[in-house]
């Protein structure tokens, strides 16, 4: 299929031009001939590359380009800053806002169509390693004793049933009194710890894996330590990395249940997450120290549509605050809630077997399973 090009420029003789030439070359093109109707073409039509002029009345090149990053269909689209903005200054602003190349005009046609062509070549091999990649969805709870063991557990199980031929590993990060082994009955393992304190760690695959509860075919959990001292030496933010790369070349979802503190290893994790699910109970305080993480999010430079709030009730309560109130004071969307059910809770922790395999039609299962749905459709 040709690839088709947006270009964006208010002079209209250089869009006619530069069009004709591109599609003799054997693109799809179309054009825009301002800032405003390029980004609202862009966002529509999810071009394969965008031509962007910069020196545009209204919306200039530079705040299109901005734009483009915010939304999850045109963040990766490479983008050709064409424009008669010779000098350095310009050029570097250009490469800060996300640009990938930069030609000034006029310019030689086989020049055009050479770095339009080496652009669309580079990021189809990007793409290529990335369709590679799992995705991640990191459980981040607001605070602890929240429920976000017993969510990720519960969205990973439901996951597993929903697409049983993908392989999905649940990792838990804490560094003592792990829950996940013991929430599905078995505490034989001393998973990512035991990994950890080898000298040197080993995080080879097969380490990785012989950690593991193989729980059921397609789903693997490799929980923390159930031992409150812990372990030595603690997961670093390289550990992490190499963690976060041997598992995502070999697994479909990789679900991060991470502790509410955003250490160096925590923060390595958040930003190769393709979506962080902010787990927070409906309270003031814990609105509170919502806010403050979000701060947190947004000083690692985590893209904004990337995080959603999951709200879990823990108990019926008359003082709950409102979602409206919640989603005003955080700024953020409320994907779904997890309604309290104690005794159900109780019943599994007790039995240690998970309330979406032994009660699949309870209303939590069912909530759980929406919320699985909607994550899906975000990634
Ligand atoms: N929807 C729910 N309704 C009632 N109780 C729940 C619900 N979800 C979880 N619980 C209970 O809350 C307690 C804490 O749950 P869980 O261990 O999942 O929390 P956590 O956030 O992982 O805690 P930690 O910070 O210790 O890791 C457990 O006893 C669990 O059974
Ligand atoms: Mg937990």
Do not use: C
Not at 142 to 148: D, I, K, L, P, S
Not at 244 to 270: G, I, K
């Amino acid at each position: 299929m040709p690839h088709t090009i947006l270009i964006i420029d208010n002079d209209i003789e250089a869009l006619r031009l530069i069009g004709l030439m591109l599609k003799r070359k054997g693109y799809n093109i179309q054009t825009a001939s301002s800032g405003e109707q390029g980004l609202t073409r862009a966002i529509e039509t999810q071009p394969d590359l965008i031509i962007l002029d910069i020196m545009m009345p209204g919306m200039n090149g530079y705040e299109v380009a901005k734009e483009l990053s915010k939304y999850p269909s045109t963040t990766n689209t490479p983008i050709l800053f064409f424009t008669a903005k010779d000098t350095l200054p310009y050029k570097i602003e250009g490469f800060q806002v996300g640009g990938d190349d930069y030609i000034t005009k006029p310019t030689h046609p086989a020049e055009l169509t050479t770095r339009v062509k080496a652009l669309l070549q580079r990021t189809a091999r990007q793409q290529k390693v990335a369709v590679q990649h799992g995705k991640i969805i990191a459980f981040l709870p607001v605070n602890g004793g929240t429920g976000n063991s017993t969510l990720s557990l519960n969205a990973a199980i439901s996951l597993n049933h929903k697409d049983p031929d993908k392989k999905i590993v649940l990792v838990e990060f804490k560094d003592g009194s792990g829950s996940l082994s013991l929430q599905v009955g078995n505490s034989t393992t001393r998973g990512l710890q035991e990994l950890l304190t080898q000298a040197p760690p080993q995080l080879t695959r097969e380490a990785i894996e012989g950690q593991m509860i193989h729980y059921s075919t397609g789903l693997h959990l490799l929980p923390a330590t159930t031992d409150p001292a812990g372990t030595a030496p603690l997961l670093t933010k390289d550990l992490a990395a190499s963690l976060h790369a041997r598992l995502t070349a070999n697994y479909d979802y990789l679900l991060f249940d991470l502790p509410p503190s955003v250490t160096p290893p925590v923060s390595e994790l958040l930003q190769q997450a393709d979506y962080i699910l902010l787990t927070l109970a409906p309270d003031n305080i814990t609105l509170t120290l919502a806010q403050k993480m979000l701060h947190q999010l947004q000083k690692l430079n985590i893209r904004e549509y990337k995080i959603k709030l999951a709200l879990v009730y823990r108990a019926h309560t008359a003082s709950a605050i409102t979602h409206e109130h919640i989603k005003e004071q955080l700024h953020q969307d409320i994907l779904g809630s997890i309604p309290p059910v104690p005794n159900l809770a109780q019943e599994s922790w007790t039995t240690q077997r998970p309330m979406v395999t032994e009660y699949p039609t309870s209303l939590l299962s069912r909530q759980v399973e929406v919320l699985v749905d909607d994550i899906l459709e975000q990634l």
